[in-house]
T-cell receptor
């Protein structure tokens, strides 16, 4: 069975600085998807970024980028130029290529200080 | 965009009553919808997957008679918590996915259920 591990329960960053959130996963599959979701205090889950495992190029979305290391089964999220609105819980998630089920990590709470 | 709504956003009920939560995809047709449960300061746990027109598939440990799911149309799924008890108090989140392999799930804003 696949598992997703987020080893950082909490992280903090100063406004305008860069922070990296870690995520590792375990799978025997070769085709799959990886996601980072943001859950602000409103509890609304927001898709931050998505990566297809077959793509070697790391996904980027404006200030958000990932470092996808397939062999190491690592999928970290880098937030550049952090903003106060980035403060939230961040969940890493895995999805098999042939199923719908999302497997979430335990989350990392990010605090952003002015 | 891909917007998913949930109603109600918050509900308080007495023990023993049933509560229905609606999940709607507002601007796309969702062939598949998902129901999650989230306890305070914890991750999301998938409860069940529902496909339009067919019976829901429940995850291990989830009582199908307790949590009734109906996916009546391509834009609406409902979760009914039957004979609710205080231990059912939680945050329930739905998500919806368009048809097609690889499509992303879009999440609703969640429903906070408190059973007294």
């Amino acid at each position: 069975a696949q598992t997703v591990t987020q080893s950082q329960p909490e992280m903090s960053v100063q406004e305008a600085e860069t922070v990296t959130l870690s995520c590792t996963y375990d799978t025997s599959e070769s085709d799959y998807y990886l996601f980072w979701y943001k859950q602000p205090p409103s509890r609304q889950m927001i898709l931050v970024i998505r990566q297809e495992a077959y793509k070697q190029q790391n996904a980027t979305e404006n200030r958000f980028s990932v470092n996808f290391q397939k062999a190491a089964k690592s999928f970290s999220l880098k937030i550049s130029d952090s903003q106060l609105g980035d403060a939230a819980m961040y969940f890493c998630a895995y999805r098999s290529f042939n199923t719908d089920k999302l497997i979430f990590g335990t989350g990392t709470r990010l605090q952003v200080f002015p | 965009g891909a917007v998913v709504s949930q109603h109600p956003s918050r509900v308080i009920c007495k023990s023993g009553t049933s509560v229905k939560i609606e999940c709607r995809s507002l601007d796309f047709q969702a062939t598949t919808m998902f129901w999650y449960r989230q306890f305070p300061k914890q991750s999301l746990m998938l409860m069940a997957t529902s496909n339009e027109g067919s019976k829901a598939t429940y995850e291990q440990g989830v009582e199908k008679d307790k949590f009734l799911i109906n996916h009546a149309s391509l834009t609406l799924s409902t979760l009914t918590v039957t004979s609710a008890h205080p231990e059912d108090s939680s945050f329930y989140i739905c998500s919806a996915r368009r048809w097609g392999r690889g499509e992303t799930q879009y999440f609703g804003p969640g429903t906070r259920l408190l059973v007294l």
